[in-house]
């Protein structure tokens, strides 16, 4: 039988050892102990929980430990977050269920020592009770919405008050899935009859070709994957290569490609006729673009190891580039949750390598040609700030477009494109 909350804690103890890709270290999880479907749902939901909301459980437990929180051990951390999340988030969970099970995990662990003070800490907090600040002062938001203090710094600075704690909320939120229908091998209508007739639930969006599903759907055991009919890809990336608009015929550069969607995407709209050469940093993620091409038969894919940092004049010139930055990641917080714990995020160095691939897609662009420069973050500084630098410092590129998408008023994850053109 499946002890889903030890893999839920076995999980949470890897994140916390390297701050892994969350969804890497589930997946792996998953095979490690051949988790069944039906067992999924839960512990993904633990799992991304805590995650979710550490900072808050954190100031929980710590009002019941006289030392700090980083002198306990992570068995014992993680389980006390276990039981604090489902105590408060968890309706459906009993009280004496999360405590009990966190006491067992503990107890039957290298850190069994502990399983009477994890006991301790839990039956006080029963007892007692937290109440977590309700005002919008950042120290507050900070533990209502498990957000550290430099994130609602920036998007307060950005946005203002009131569209800042409306984003925390969002931050929240549990996320669909968008597909991408390729276009090239199949009409929406039909795939959209492939997933009715599987009973899979979708919606659909008012963008041609993107579905949502819920979250924590395996894409792979869907009908039509290997078939090549979709690809994954979040909605505001999809709007924005809907906004470049790229026609059959010409030639696009991805300069940091991987996982390949916006490629993908690129290569659909123009009708699998136009010359797309996708490229990523690392081998692994190259090769992780070539097998998606493969798989939805989009031939006119080349794929390259390229640091897209340096200027490769061999590459020639394009019609179409594609600059979808490295960035801080602030728009998919709730997608990838590990990215708020971070404390070796550089940002001046992402600002120099925003800056340098942005330069270089531009000499790479053909005159005529139109670029779009995009990223998964919410701040100015990566991306309106990094777009207007360029424009001042070169007269021969012209902004046609751009749009931030704000969780809260877009309904999406937090994105930016810009649309330039060069004469």
């Not at 408060?88 to 999360?98: I, N, Q, R, T």
Request: charged share 25%.
């Amino acid at each position: 039988m499946i002890d889903r909350r030890k893999i839920a804690l076995l999980a949470l103890c890897d994140i916390e050892k390297d701050l892994s890709y969350s969804n890497l270290v589930l997946r792996d999880h998953y095979s490690k102990f051949n988790v069944p479907d039906t067992d999924k749902p839960f512990i993904t939901a633990l799992f991304y929980g805590v995650l979710d909301r550490m900072i808050t459980l954190d100031y929980v437990i710590s009002a019941f430990v006289k030392k700090p929180l980083k002198s306990i051990g992570p068995i014992t951390l993680s389980a006390l977050r276990l039981a604090i999340y489902q105590i408060l988030f968890m309706d459906k969970v009993p009280e004496s269920a999360a405590v009990n099970e966190s006491v067992r995990l503990v107890k039957n662990s290298k850190e069994s020592y502990n399983s009477g003070f994890v006991n301790a800490v839990l039956r006080n907090y029963l007892r007692q009770g937290v109440t977590v600040p309700e005002d919008n002062s950042v120290s507050s938001l900070k533990y209502r919405y498990s957000v550290p203090e430099w994130i609602i710094e920036s998007l307060i600075g950005d946005y203002g008050i009131e569209n800042a704690v409306k984003t925390l909320d969002f931050f929240l939120r549990s996320p669909k899935t968008a597909l991408r229908v390729n276009s090239t091998l199949i009409s929406d209508s039909a795939f959209e009859e492939v997933l009715q007739t599987a009973g899979v639930k979708f919606e659909t969006t008012d963008l041609p070709h993107a579905l949502l599903l819920d979250s924590g759907v395996d894409v792979t055991s869907l009908p039509g994957y290997k078939e090549g009919y979709f690809h994954i890809e979040d909605l505001p990336s999809q709007y924005a290569i809907s906004a470049l608009n790229p026609i059959p015929g010409g030639s696009i550069l991805d300069m940091c490609a991987a996982p390949g969607g916006k490629s993908f995407t690129a290569a659909q709209y123009a009708g699998n006729e136009a010359n797309v050469t996708s490229c990523d940093f690392y081998e692994s993620r190259v090769s992780l673009i070539e097998n998606g091409a493969k798989r939805l038969k989009l031939g006119n894919i080349k794929c390259l190891q390229k640091d897209s940092t340096v200027f490769d004049p061999t590459l020639g010139k394009f019609d179409y580039v594609i600059c979808d930055v490295p960035c801080s990641g602030l728009g998919v917080i709730r997608r990838k949750p590990e990215i708020k714990y971070k404390t070796d995020l550089n940002l001046s160095a992402l600002a120099d390598a925003q800056l340098a691939i942005l330069n270089n897609g531009i000499h790479y662009l053909n005159v005529g040609g139109k670029l779009i420069y995009s990223t998964c973050t919410l701040r100015k500084a990566e991306n309106e700030d990094i777009v207007r630098r360029i424009l001042c410092e070169s007269k021969n590129l012209v902004l046609e477009s751009e749009k931030t998408f704000l969780p809260p008023t877009d309904g999406t994850d937090g994105f930016y494109y810009a649309i330039i053109v060069k004469n």
